[in-house]
């Protein structure tokens, strides 16, 4: 049987990086997205349907040997406030579905199912923290991050049931924290504030900043992210029960961030209207994270400086 890598949600912020970045790697891949791509690569076999449709994944699974998936498709935090029951059906139940056919797959091909899931700052709560390590406080007060910290627990525990039977799922994630892209602007999320205002910074706009300049928040760039996720997903085996890391490069406040554009761009002009559905969201997630197992199990490294972090971002 033909072995394929599953990416979903390929047309996403990650989805799309990720999906360049292991083509050029040379995997062989199958793309999952509800949207038609918006660039079409060669060598990749698209479909466009939902991940909610089970019996799509299921014949994915049967047709290919499926190797290893990367998950992406999800709704981000404010999205998911505003559709819990969507957010229901794609976060978690899709998810679930996922990573039971990883898992039954796995078995079946007698190996394990590398899955990587990309998992969030979200997890954090309900209070702000700083530094805060995997084992810190989980106890989210949202929707979103109920539903990440529910395929957390539920991958990381058929990762156990796996390592009995040495077959079955090789379960990975990453919390991130905001991710900053130099080419796309999210939307959807409460960190994408940072994202929005230098798009709007370069190109002259006045920016509406829904939090208060106070908040502060962890920040990772795009490149890192990439990087970090095929990383993760290289290492042999990970000797660890433990099996979401947390990566930053920079943590800042909305005045920091501010306060280096007026700088950068002179005549940029933000206006603070706090909206409490973002407010009460960012003061539950830390404000900076602790690194040092990423740092253990694969090198992450993140020494640079928050001018030099702005800098690549803005001058990419
Ligand atoms: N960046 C995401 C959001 O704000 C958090 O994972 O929703």
Redesign the pocket.
């Known amino acids: 049987m033909k072995e394929r890598i599953l990416i979903t949600g390929y047309n996403g912020e990650l989805g799309s990086k990720a999906l360049k970045e292991l083509v050029s790697i040379g995997k062989s891949i199958i793309a999952l997205d509800i949207n038609n791509p918006k660039e079409k690569i060669h060598s990749v076999k698209y479909i466009k349907d939902s991940i909610t449709n089970n019996e799509l994944i299921n014949s994915i699974f049967n047709d290919y040997h499926i190797t290893e998936v990367y998950h992406f498709a999800a709704l981000?935090?404010?999205t998911?406030s505003q559709n819990p029951k969507l957010a229901f059906e794609i976060n978690e139940k899709a998810s679930k579905n996922l990573i039971d056919c990883s898992y039954t797959f796995g078995i079946k091909n007698n190996c394990k199912t590398r899955f990587f899931f990309?998992?969030?700052?979200?997890v954090y709560g309900p209070r702000k923290i700083e530094n805060a390590s995997e084992q810190d406080i989980i106890k989210p007060t949202t929707i979103?991050g109920n539903n990440?910290l529910i395929i957390e627990q539920y991958g990381s525990k058929l990762h156990e049931e796996s390592l009995f039977k040495k077959i079955g799922l090789d379960f990975r994630s990453i919390r991130?924290?905001?991710?900053i892209s130099y080419d796309t602007v999210?939307s959807?999320?409460?960190?994408?504030y940072a994202p929005q205002m230098i798009n709007c910074a370069k190109k002259g706009e006045k920016f509406e900043c829904k939090l208060s300049p106070n908040t502060k928040l962890p920040f990772i760039g795009i490149d890192k992210t990439i990087s970090s996720i095929i990383d993760i997903m290289n290492l042999e085996i990970i000797e660890s029960k433990l099996r979401v890391f947390n990566v930053q490069e920079a943590s800042f406040s909305v005045e920091q961030l501010s306060d280096f554009l007026v700088g950068k761009f002179p005549s940029f002009k933000i206006k603070f209207n706090e909206d409490k559905n973002f407010q009460s969201?960012a003061d539950t997630?830390p404000s900076s994270l602790n690194c040092e197992k990423a740092k253990k199990f694969w090198n992450f490294s993140s020494n640079i400086s928050l001018e030099e972090f702005l800098n690549s971002i803005i001058n990419k």
Do not use: C, M, R
């Open positions: 981000l935090s404010q998911a990309p998992s969030s700052i979200a979103y990440k991130f924290p905001g991710v999210p959807g999320g409460t960190t994408d969201v997630w």
